[in-house]
């Protein structure tokens, strides 16, 4: 599959502890994004990058969240001190400069 | 404030009947309006946008400015048009963040 890549798919973890999610985006693609969706709702931005250079971030990315993309390539989001309000979908997706946004599937967070 | 509001959370029609999603946005300026689409297990991708004013899947979209409305339509739906339909908005120029609406549940019965 030569898509957009998330791990894990699900994740439960117990209030208080740190999560960390990776996105694999399409290796061509200098952009990539984080949203996060919650139960009837459309995905919200969080933040993104131009290669390894983080150009914006949400008001809704709090100082326990923090992304990275290293190399240019993966990126990874954290997620500290979880808690139940952070349960949600984390999509991530890249894209090339045009339009043509290609989305992962997704990691489902779960705090309990 | 950059907002795109779907008056609908579910819109049920009988196979062969037309479908038009509504999508409302509010922007100072001109943005570039997309649709979305999510069938069930699968990923949320792209299916049109106005500039490029194609028609896919047989489903269209016209850009009123007048109104600020960007409405997804189809003349005869299909049983394989059910899915979540998101609209999402942009700053004109590529390379920008989407802002979505909530969506709306299209199911289509036989």
């Known amino acids: 599959d030569t898509g957009v890549s998330q791990d894990p798919r699900h994740k439960i973890t117990k209030r208080g502890q740190n999560v960390t999610f990776r996105c694999d985006p399409i290796?061509?693609?200098?952009?990539l994004y984080w949203y996060r969706q919650t139960l009837g709702q459309g995905p919200e931005f969080l933040t993104y990058?131009?290669?390894?250079?983080?150009?914006?971030k949400s008001r809704l990315l709090s100082d326990r969240f923090s992304a990275e993309r290293p190399k240019g390539s993966f990126s990874t989001l954290e997620i500290q001190r979880t808690e139940q309000g952070d349960s949600a979908m984390y999509l991530c997706?890249?894209?090339?400069?045009?339009?043509?946004?290609?989305f992962g599937s997704g990691t489902r967070l779960t705090v309990v | 404030a950059q907002r795109v509001t779907q008056p609908e959370k579910l819109l049920s029609v009988f196979k062969g009947a037309p479908v038009e999603l509504k999508c409302n946005y509010s922007?100072?300026?001109?943005?570039?309006l997309f649709w979305y689409v999510q069938y069930s297990r699968q990923r949320l991708q792209l299916l049109l946008r106005?500039?490029s004013r194609e028609s896919i899947k047989g489903f269209t979209a016209d850009l009123n400015k007048g109104e600020t409305s960007f409405h997804l339509k189809k003349p005869f739906a299909q049983e394989e048009d059910s899915a979540m339909y998101y609209c999402?908005?942009?700053?004109?120029?590529?390379?920008?963040?989407?802002?979505f609406g909530a969506g709306t549940r299209l199911a289509v019965h036989p």
């Open positions: 997706a890249s894209t090339p400069g045009d339009y043509g946004y290609t």
């Open positions: 106005h500039i």
């Open positions: 290796s061509e693609h200098n952009r």
């Open positions: 922007y100072s300026g001109s943005p570039e």
């Open positions: 999402a908005l942009s700053r004109p120029g590529g390379y920008n963040k989407l802002i």
């Open positions: 990058f131009q290669n390894e250079a983080q150009l914006e």
